[in-house]
Structures are given as structure tokens and as C-alpha cells.
């Protein structure tokens, strides 16, 4: 694996000061996900590193503002947030080096800008005041308005000029996939947190209450609603399957890993039953180093 400094070159990243701007993107990646910085530094090829690392780190500060403080806090933080990300892309200029970074990635990638700012919009209408679902079609209403311009802020800087349409539908399968096999794993957590992500519908054609969730009751029903749920993902990842052809090929291992790993969280979902009631569903340690040192393995040398 190449120096960081000597992956900032290979990206044509060459004055202090911006140098210095990646870096703090890079490190706090590294603080807030040390699983996707180590797949970016180990897997991608290193031109696309600096970029991917500026992506995350700006998703992650959007999602932080979202789901921080009181409802007023988030919508007030959010706007203050769009207003410094708006002048930051049009001065290439900030205060703020993660922003500074980004705005140079999204010049220097062509990365459509509105790609942004529908990002920032989903943030606001979707995440901030996020409710729970009444059924599948606000499932996907917020996959459009913030998951997946989420993923596209930083998957789609892979791609010089931003991705087509092609590249940007799969990336559409992908996260909703993801966004699934998410909920599932962290269901004790957000329920904890006063969050329901399954869609109540689906409570209810099973006869499951959400305090049966709630309280984590084993029961047939409740069973039966998270195979059923289980299932829809499982679907869900069977229709991204083609996502590595629509990859930048110095992506293509850090797109198979994740998809590995979403395969090997979904299936201890799966072996968990009821057990995700009580407790998340993690990764765990070994699977995710296994699964690193085997696209390690496979990746060219020549990845670019």
C-alpha cells in the first residue's frame, strides 16, 4: 500500500494547503468508519483515493447534521451546512478544510452538483424529521430523496464527469440493498433510539405491534415478519448483482468487498431471528479481515 502522501500525488493533488485539506477528510473517515477507510486504502486504486476519502467524509457530516440535537437544531444546522456547501462549490473556498477538499474532488471529478444538493435536500425532508414508514412506497421515496444521492456524493466520484444514467441506476439497486440489510442489522439500536424502519404495513400483515418488536418478543409472528423482511433483501441483492460491471475498475474490489460483507451481515440477520431484537448485528471481526485479505488478494496490481 502506497504512502499517503504518495497516494495525494498519484491523484494530482499537489499544494500544501489542499493536501492538508485530504488529510483531515481522510482522518476523520478514519475516526468516524475505519472499515470503508481501510477497504479504500488497501482496495482502491490509489488516483481515486483522495477523492473517495473527501466523498465519505462529506456524506458523513451531512448524516451527523441530520441526526443531531432537537428537530429545530437539525433543520437549522442543515441550512447553516447547504449555505457554506453552496459557497464552497462555487469559490472552491471555505473555512472548513472537509469542505474545501469535497468542493475540489466535485471540480476536479465533474461530479453534477445537483447530485449535492439533492443530498442536502433529502437530508432536510427525509432524515432530520424521519418518522418511521407507513409503507413501501416511502421506503423508496427516501431511498430517492436521501440514500441514494447520499451514496452518489461519494460513489460518484469514481466516475470523471459524474456517472451516467446507466452507472447511476445501479448505484439506485445498490443502496437500496444496502439501505435494507442496514435497517435490519441496526433494528435493536434505532428501536432503542425511538426509530422503526420497517414499514408499519408490513407490522401489520403480520399482526406484529411495535412494542412486540419493541420488547423483542420471540413469538411466530414476529419471526415471520423478519424472514419476510430478511427475504425482501435478499431479493434486493440478488437485483445489484451487476453492480461491479458499472464500477470504475480501480473500484471494483471495494464494490465486491461491500457487497460481500452486506452477504455475510444479511445472513447472520438471518441466523439471529428474533435475536436482532436485542442486540445489532455487527460485522463481527474476523469476517470483514478475511474478507479484506481476500480481495487484497485478487485485486491487480495495475488497478486504475
Same mark, same amino acid.
Given at each position: 500500500?502506497?504512502?499517503?502522501?504518495?497516494?495525494?500525488?498519484?491523484?494530482?493533488?499537489?499544494?500544501?494547503?489542499?493536501?492538508?485539506?485530504?488529510?483531515?477528510?481522510?482522518?476523520?473517515?478514519?475516526?468516524?468508519?475505519?472499515?470503508?477507510?481501510?477497504?479504500?486504502?488497501?482496495?482502491?486504486?490509489?488516483?481515486?483515493?483522495?477523492?473517495?476519502?473527501?466523498?465519505?467524509?462529506?456524506?458523513?457530516?451531512?448524516?451527523?447534521?441530520?441526526?443531531?440535537?432537537?428537530?429545530?437544531?437539525?433543520?437549522?444546522?442543515?441550512?447553516?451546512?447547504?449555505?457554506?456547501?453552496?459557497?464552497?462549490?462555487?469559490?472552491?473556498?471555505?473555512?472548513?478544510?472537509?469542505?474545501?477538499?469535497?468542493?475540489?474532488?466535485?471540480?476536479?471529478?465533474?461530479?453534477?452538483?445537483?447530485?449535492?444538493?439533492?443530498?442536502? +435536500?433529502?437530508?432536510?425532508?427525509?432524515?432530520?424529521?424521519?418518522?418511521?414508514?407507513?409503507?413501501?412506497?416511502?421506503?423508496?421515496?427516501?431511498?430517492?430523496?436521501?440514500?441514494?444521492?447520499?451514496?452518489?456524493?461519494?460513489?460518484?466520484?469514481?466516475?470523471?464527469?459524474?456517472? +451516467?444514467?446507466?452507472?447511476?441506476?445501479?448505484?439506485?439497486?445498490?443502496?437500496?440493498?444496502?439501505?435494507?440489510?442496514?435497517?435490519?442489522?441496526?433494528?435493536?439500536?434505532?428501536?432503542?433510539?425511538?426509530?422503526?424502519?420497517?414499514?408499519?404495513?408490513?407490522?401489520?400483515?403480520?399482526?406484529?405491534?411495535?412494542?412486540?418488536?419493541?420488547?423483542?418478543? +420471540?413469538?411466530?409472528?414476529?419471526?415471520?415478519?423478519?424472514?419476510?423482511?430478511?427475504?425482501?433483501?435478499?431479493?434486493?441483492?440478488?437485483?445489484?448483482?451487476?453492480?461491479?460491471?458499472?464500477?470504475?475498475?480501480?473500484?471494483?474490489?471495494?464494490?465486491?468487498?461491500?457487497?460481500?460483507?452486506?452477504?455475510?451481515?444479511?445472513?447472520?440477520?438471518?441466523?439471529?431471528?428474533?435475536?436482532?431484537?436485542?442486540? +445489532?448485528?455487527?460485522?463481527?471481526?474476523?469476517?470483514?479481515?478475511?474478507?479484506?485479505?481476500?480481495?487484497?488478494?485478487?485485486?491487480?496490481?495495475?488497478?486504475?
Amino acid at each position: 500500500m502506497p504512502s499517503w502522501r504518495s497516494t495525494l500525488t498519484t491523484a494530482g493533488i499537489t499544494g500544501p494547503r489542499l493536501r492538508a485539506d485530504y488529510t483531515y477528510a481522510a482522518r476523520r473517515v478514519l475516526r468516524r468508519e475505519p472499515a470503508p477507510y481501510l477497504a479504500l486504502r488497501l482496495l482502491a486504486a490509489p488516483p481515486l483515493v483522495p477523492w473517495l476519502a473527501a466523498g465519505l467524509a462529506f456524506m458523513n457530516r451531512v448524516d451527523d447534521v441530520a441526526e443531531t440535537g432537537s428537530a429545530d437544531q437539525r433543520a437549522s444546522g442543515l441550512e447553516e451546512l447547504g449555505t457554506e456547501v453552496r459557497r464552497a462549490l462555487e469559490t472552491g473556498d471555505s473555512p472548513d478544510p472537509l469542505l474545501r477538499a469535497y468542493a475540489h474532488a466535485v471540480d476536479s471529478r465533474g461530479l453534477p452538483a445537483d447530485w449535492v444538493f439533492r443530498f442536502l +435536500d433529502g437530508a432536510a425532508a427525509e432524515e432530520a424529521v424521519f418518522d418511521g414508514f407507513a409503507a413501501e412506497e416511502e421506503f423508496q421515496a427516501y431511498l430517492d430523496a436521501y440514500a441514494w444521492p447520499g451514496v452518489l456524493v461519494f460513489t460518484g466520484l469514481q466516475y470523471q464527469g459524474g456517472p +451516467d444514467a446507466e452507472q447511476a441506476a445501479g448505484w439506485r439497486r445498490f443502496v437500496d440493498a444496502a439501505q435494507r440489510v442496514d435497517f435490519l442489522a441496526d433494528l435493536a439500536g434505532d428501536l432503542a433510539a425511538g426509530r422503526l424502519c420497517i414499514p408499519r404495513a408490513r407490522l401489520a400483515e403480520h399482526s406484529v405491534t411495535r412494542a412486540d418488536l419493541e420488547q423483542a418478543r +420471540d413469538t411466530p409472528a414476529v419471526r415471520e415478519l423478519l424472514a419476510a423482511e430478511c427475504g425482501r433483501a435478499r431479493t434486493a441483492l440478488a437485483a445489484a448483482d451487476g453492480i461491479l460491471d458499472l464500477t470504475a475498475p480501480g473500484l471494483r474490489a471495494v464494490a465486491a468487498t461491500m457487497t460481500e460483507l452486506m452477504e455475510h451481515q444479511l445472513t447472520a440477520v438471518e441466523r439471529a431471528g428474533a435475536g436482532a431484537l436485542r442486540k +445489532d448485528v455487527g460485522y463481527g471481526f474476523t469476517a470483514p479481515l478475511r474478507t479484506l485479505v481476500r480481495a487484497r488478494a485478487r485485486r491487480p496490481r495495475t488497478a486504475g
